[in-house]
């Protein structure tokens, strides 16, 4: 509700008090549209680096938002403060042959590092869960790094809370094929 000033020098007196509390722009949650794809491409390329990526076997291009977008928009999700991309989802449904079970799958999420902390995790979050229910979505997957604290932390704050291991190994055929030959 709005405050009714009692005099204009109040009001004067409250601005010089608190200069710098300026009206924080608020930040809308909405499904991707066709523009977002090159914003959401250059806020990941600054989070996820080839040297730094959190999910192992996807890499972060503009080919990978562009194929989301193609192939699941309405289960992708921004974070909009009404000039810019602030926050992002990416996500797909897994359907299990012979299994009535459907899987939702958050493969990608991240917030602007300068917006951190302000919950905008938290609200891209609960949007994607209840996209997920209309799906009848039966199990939420992700897939972090075991070093990556941040998002630990995060997700078992959404409720992730057991973690299972997997070992990931790799074998480099390219250099296989050299040493027979
Ligand atoms: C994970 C991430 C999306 C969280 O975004 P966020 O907007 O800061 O999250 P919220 O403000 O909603 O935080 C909610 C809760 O998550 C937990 N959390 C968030 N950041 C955390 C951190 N650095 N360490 C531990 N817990 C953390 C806290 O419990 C937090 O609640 P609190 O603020 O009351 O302490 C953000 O840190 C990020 O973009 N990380 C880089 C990208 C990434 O690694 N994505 C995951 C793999 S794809």
């Given at each position: 509700?709005?405050?009714e000033?009692?005099?204009?020098?109040?009001?004067?007196?409250?601005?010089?008090k608190h200069?710098?509390?300026?009206?924080?722009?608020?930040?809308?949650?909405?499904?991707?549209?066709?523009?977002?794809?090159?914003?959401?491409?250059?806020?990941?390329?600054?989070?996820?680096?080839?040297?730094?990526?959190?999910?192992?076997?996807?890499?972060?291009?503009?080919?990978?938002?562009?194929?989301?977008?193609?192939?699941?928009?309405e289960?992708?999700?921004?974070?909009?403060?009404?000039?810019?991309?602030?926050?992002?989802?990416?996500?797909t449904?897994?359907?299990?042959?012979?299994?009535?079970?459907?899987?939702?799958?958050?493969?990608?999420?991240?917030?602007?590092?300068?917006?951190?902390?302000?919950?905008?995790?938290?609200?891209?979050?609960?949007?994607?869960l209840?996209?997920?229910?209309?799906?009848?979505?039966?199990?939420?997957?992700?897939?972090?790094?075991?070093?990556?604290?941040?998002?630990?932390?995060?997700?078992?704050?959404?409720?992730?809370?057991?973690?299972?291991?997997?070992?990931?190994?790799?074998?480099?055929?390219?250099?296989?094929?050299?040493?027979?030959?």
């Amino acid at each position: 509700m709005a405050r009714e000033w009692d005099t204009p020098s109040e009001k004067e007196n409250t601005k010089k008090k608190h200069p710098e509390k300026k009206r924080k722009p608020e930040i809308k949650i909405r499904t991707m549209e066709i523009e977002d794809i090159a914003p959401i491409f250059h806020l990941g390329e600054k989070l996820f680096t080839h040297d730094d990526a959190p999910n192992l076997y996807r890499t972060w291009d503009e080919y990978e938002v562009v194929e989301f977008f193609n192939s699941d928009s309405e289960l992708c999700l921004v974070a909009d403060d009404g000039t810019r991309i602030v926050g992002f989802v990416l996500a797909t449904i897994i359907d299990k042959r012979r299994s009535a079970w459907k899987y939702g799958y958050l493969v990608w999420i991240a917030v602007d590092e300068a917006y951190r902390h302000r919950n905008i995790g938290t609200r891209l979050f609960k949007e994607f869960l209840s996209i997920m229910e209309e799906h009848r979505v039966r199990m939420l997957l992700v897939d972090i790094e075991a070093e990556n604290d941040e998002a630990r932390g995060f997700f078992a704050r959404m409720g992730f809370n057991s973690p299972q291991d997997h070992i990931y190994l790799s074998l480099n055929l390219s250099t296989r094929d050299k040493k027979e030959n």
